[in-house]
Nanobody
């Protein structure tokens, strides 16, 4: 398993941008599919997007065109760039890792970070 630590996030007004980083430690980072999930108060954890080892990405419909995920396998890091943020993007954002080729289900991800808060005000 990987150990994951998120950083970044914070507070921003609607229409602004934030970037969240995920630093991984452990073996074979490049072989993992990395995902981002978020959880708002009172709601279930939901899939945001994921990136496979080669850099291919997939996104949930609410964030398509606004969020971008990238990875640097040499530095064991994953980035979530969030643009044109909306109040409904307010949540705790989690980085996660899975050995599966690709998944949108939280239960398929075996390693998780501690989460970082993103707050978007109107």
């Amino acid at each position: 398993q990987l150990q994951l630590v998120e950083s970044g996030g914070g507070s921003v007004q609607a229409g602004g941008s934030l970037r969240v980083s995920c630093a991984a430690s452990g073996r074979s980072f490049s072989s993992y599919t990395m995902g981002w999930f978020r959880q708002a108060p009172g709601k279930d954890r939901e899939f945001v997007g994921a990136i496979v080892w080669s850099g291919g990405t997939g996104y949930a419909d609410p964030v398509k065109g606004r969020f971008t995920i990238s990875r640097d396998n040499a530095k064991n890091t994953v980035l979530l760039q969030m643009n044109n943020l909306k109040p409904e993007d307010t949540a705790v954002y989690y980085c996660a890792a899975t050995r599966m080729t690709y998944s949108v289900y939280a239960t398929d991800f075996e390693s998780w970070g501690q989460g970082t808060q993103v707050t978007v005000s109107s």
